[in-house]
């Protein structure tokens, strides 16, 4: 199995008029974290975005008669924001390219340009399906490649940006019960085979930790408060 990532940006700046609707009103829109295609031809998509209340409230009452309901939830800053919709021809037609081949869409879809509505795509599937997907998705919008390998499953891929050295620290921490609970060993445990200071295996651990982590916790949009509460 492989996997492809690439971008797609539509030309006129967005997939639907209404993200320039969003835009205005300071709606900015995150992910997509889940689209359903209902019988009737409608979708149901589910966004995190970031933006008050009363903007999205008053985003989607310019929405007109293409939004059939929508709902959010959480708190300040980010929240979740389900849309129930007919989408523009732009939209169906790159779904109806993703249904007619053999691919998997793995969620969720990153907004990497919020101007412009630049989308990342990532996709599983036999290569040939994916080469043929993304020929027929570049005739019908912009496509930027950006990675096409052997399938991993996301913590490997995580595992995999890390450097050769951190991936040896990790690695022997792991191994030696580091992150057993109750826990096995010290740094200077983990330093001896390592051929390094007790200091450097735990600076090596803690920068560790803070890129994987700060990939796997969603941001809360309260951490200036709690901060501030210390």
Do not use: W
């Not at 037609?93 to 990532?122: C, W």
């Not at 200071?197 to 949009?221: D, K, M, N």
């Amino acid at each position: 199995m492989r996997f492809a990532s690439y971008v797609i940006t539509p030309n006129r700046g967005y997939f639907d008029p209404g993200e320039e609707v969003f835009r205005d009103h300071g709606v900015i829109l995150r992910t997509i974290e889940d689209i359903s295609i209902l019988t009737d031809g409608s979708f149901v998509a589910l966004y995190e975005v970031s933006a008050d209340e009363a903007d999205i409230h008053e985003s989607m009452s310019q929405a007109g008669e293409k939004v059939i309901g929508y709902d959010t939830a959480g708190g300040e800053g980010t929240r979740r924001l389900q849309v129930h919709y007919y989408p523009s021809d732009a939209i169906r037609s790159l779904f109806d390219i993703h249904r007619s081949h053999a691919t998997h869409l793995e969620y969720p879809l990153e907004f990497v340009r919020t101007d412009t509505s630049s989308l990342r795509i990532s996709l599983l599937g036999p290569e040939s399906e994916l080469q043929d997907q993304i020929t027929a998705t570049r005739e019908a919008i912009d496509v930027t490649i950006e990675q096409v390998s052997s399938y991993e499953p996301a913590a490997s891929r995580e595992f995999g940006t890390l450097t050769e050295r951190q991936r040896e620290v990790l690695r022997t921490a792991v191994e030696k019960g580091y992150y057993d609970v109750p826990r096995k060993v010290t740094y200077e445990d983990i330093a001896a085979g390592l051929d390094c200071s007790a200091g450097a295996v735990g600076q090596h651990l803690r920068r560790i930790e803070s890129e994987l982590l700060t990939g796997v916790v969603p941001e809360t949009g309260v951490g200036a408060d709690a901060d501030g509460a210390n």
